[in-house]
């Protein structure tokens, strides 16, 4: 028994990079499945012969990863602008500095649309070396390619999602919480002029409804500040979307949306938003579920 609640400690050490990892990776609920996987692994195996545990476990994850990602992959018929992946949604006051600071550099759901155009050897060996800096020796295992291979892989990715990729968000986490906690209380005020403040002029803003609909697209200040009231009776509690700066709003009680913000200098340059109620309810149950203290699974 001391045995299994020391590995279990050891296991919950480096649970945040596995997270981190798989979400980079999956960018959905299965990261968590991922990281399950890996403890399963871990508690079946001879923990005295693992050398280098943190380096294992992430072996694990990735493994996993790669294989949902080839059978996702080959599973889709649609592209994944029409079926985006869920984002991992936790309440912000849930995360201690530490954490916070780990997730700020997080990728937000406009980069999650470009890794997943990437080829899963690409994605893997992208988010494994440029993100968690793990060597190209080791990803060469990982995807049955010579070192040099993976390099390349990785290249081919970085230029990818340079190309392609939204602006990079400021890095202080709780600056951004203040840009978007100053929209809100502009939109509550319905005060057109300091929207626009905290508003990049070329701000987009996207919302899935859900349904096989696809996603709404809004450009332009003026065109989003005017659609930035909030609606009677709800109520902002704030989250992390996959990562980055978000809230969860409910209405009347009840879930209604969530949004998820990119700050870059001070502004908001995007906002993507879920609308599909089947799904805002889902995802916002953690968020919801610690504010009213109920802790069960």
């Not at 990437?118 to 070192?147: K, N, S």
């Not at 209604?256 to 200098?265: D, E, K, R």
Request: proline residues 7%; aromatic residues 6%.
């Amino acid at each position: 028994m001391d045995e299994t609640t020391g590995l279990a400690e050891r296991f919950e050490q480096h649970r945040p990079r596995l997270r981190a990892v798989a979400w980079r990776m999956l960018g959905s609920a299965e990261a968590d499945d991922a990281v399950q996987d890996a403890w399963v692994r871990l508690s079946a195996s001879d923990a005295g012969q693992i050398h280098h545990l943190g380096r294992w476990l992430t072996t694990v994850v990735a493994r996993e990863c790669l294989h949902v990602l080839r059978t996702r992959r080959y599973r889709r018929e649609e592209p994944f602008g029409e079926q985006p992946p869920d984002p991992v949604v936790v309440p912000y006051r849930d995360l201690d500095p530490e954490q916070q600071a780990m997730l700020s550099d997080s990728v937000g759901l406009a980069l999650l649309v470009v890794l997943d155009r990437l080829t899963p050897a690409e994605r893997l060996a992208f988010v494994l070396h440029d993100m968690f800096e793990v060597p190209f020796e080791e990803i060469a295992d990982l995807v049955g390619r010579t070192p040099a291979a993976a390099r390349q892989l990785a290249s081919r990715a970085r230029r990818r999602v340079r190309g392609a990729g939204p602006a990079a968000p400021d890095a202080d986490l709780v600056r951004r919480r203040q840009v978007v906690d100053a929209f809100f209380a502009a939109a509550r005020a319905g005060d057109f002029d300091a929207l626009v403040q905290v508003l990049d002029p070329d701000v987009v803003l996207r919302t899935d409804f859900g349904s096989g609909r696809p996603p709404a697209v809004i450009r332009g200040v003026a065109a989003v500040a005017k659609l930035a009231r909030q609606p009677r009776g709800a109520r902002l509690h704030p989250a992390l979307v996959d990562g980055t700066v978000g809230a969860v709003i409910t209405r009347d009680g009840r879930p209604f949306s969530i949004l998820a913000f990119t700050v870059v200098g001070d502004r908001i340059v995007e906002i993507n938003g879920i609308r599909d109620p089947a799904r805002v309810s889902r995802l916002a149950s953690a968020v919801l579920r610690l504010e009213t203290g109920d802790h069960a699974p």
